[in-house]
């Protein structure tokens, strides 16, 4: 499993940037937003 060294959230809140330096990698994420409350 990776192990997250750092992580930023882009200004717009819309990305993800993790860094891990035991797996010497950097991801970039999508965020997704979801509704919770929506219950249908």
């Known amino acids: 499993m ?3 060294n750092q992580c930023v ?3 717009d809140k819309e990305t993800l940037v993790t860094t ?3 797996d010497k990698c950097i991801m ?3 965020i997704q937003k979801v ?3 929506n219950t249908q």
């Open 2 to 4: 990776m192990y997250i």
């Open 9 to 11: 959230a882009s200004p």
């Open 20 to 22: 891990s330096e035991q």
């Open 28 to 30: 970039v994420w999508k």
């Open 35 to 37: 509704d919770v409350n």
